[in-house]
């Protein structure tokens, strides 16, 4: 079993629609927590941090449920340019681990 | 530009043949991490630096593989005797040791490895 898992996707969405993706994490002693962002063929890039309160950022909203080592990741209004795949990221004593990614195609 | 920097960005190299890969972190960042990802795959670790320390190695990496920081700031990763299965983007990453996020990752271009 992976320590990270993502639901593959792909998740095709038309634009303006709420879509979430859920992450699993099985290593109880994972510290921190983010969503990064990776348009195709290019570097991942920090989305957001997800903090044990909740957080959001605009239209994105971040859960973390340490009880049942779930995060989420809500995107309120999708747009076009929110397509791309979304890594959940695990962050274990100084290791920094990814889950695959879900893939996000927004339709117009 | 003070991102992570790579070098080269892409390498087509016949099998058999050693590649070099250069990362330049940015400037105050202590830790430096490779990643190798291939299509369809989220980044999969291969190791990581504190300064000059490198701390740990994944099982991806092969005899095959070797990395060096040697004055804590560029790193190079060297691929001897490539096989097509090096075929991949290698990424490297850095952060600093501690900050209010939780030690955030940022990461470089990539650069993309084709054996042929």
């Known amino acids: 079993r992976k320590e990270v898992e993502q639901d593959p996707g792909p998740f095709n969405v038309p634009e303006g629609a709420t879509v979430a993706f859920n992450c699993t994490y099985s290593?109880?002693?994972?510290?921190?927590f983010f969503w990064y962002r990776q348009d195709c063929r290019k570097e991942p890039k920090l989305l957001m941090s997800?903090?044990?309160s909740g957080n959001e950022d605009g239209r994105f909203t971040a859960q973390l449920n340490r009880a049942s080592q779930y995060i989420s990741l809500l995107i309120r209004d999708s747009k076009l340019s929110d397509s791309a795949t979304y890594l959940c990221?695990?962050?274990?004593?100084?290791?920094?681990?990814f889950g695959k990614g879900t893939r996000l195609h927004i339709l117009p | 530009d003070t991102g992570v920097s790579q070098d080269p960005r892409h390498k087509i190299t016949k099998r058999g043949q050693n590649v070099t890969f250069r990362c330049d972190p940015i400037s105050e960042h202590n830790r430096l991490y490779w990643y190798r990802q291939t299509l369809g795959q989220g980044p999969e670790f291969l190791t990581y630096f504190q300064n000059e320390a490198q701390l740990e190695k994944s099982r991806l990496l092969s005899d095959r593989f070797s990395a060096e920081r040697p004055k804590g700031s560029f790193s190079t990763l060297e691929i001897q005797r490539t096989e097509q299965g090096d075929s991949a983007m290698y990424l490297c990453?850095?952060?600093?040791?501690?900050?209010?996020?939780?030690?955030?990752?940022?990461f470089g271009e990539g650069s993309w490895l084709t054996v042929v």
């Open positions: 290593n109880s002693a994972s510290q921190s």
């Open positions: 990453a850095s952060s600093l040791t501690y900050d209010s996020s939780g030690n955030t990752i940022y």
């Open positions: 990221v695990v962050k274990r004593d100084d290791k920094i681990i």
């Open positions: 997800v903090y044990s």
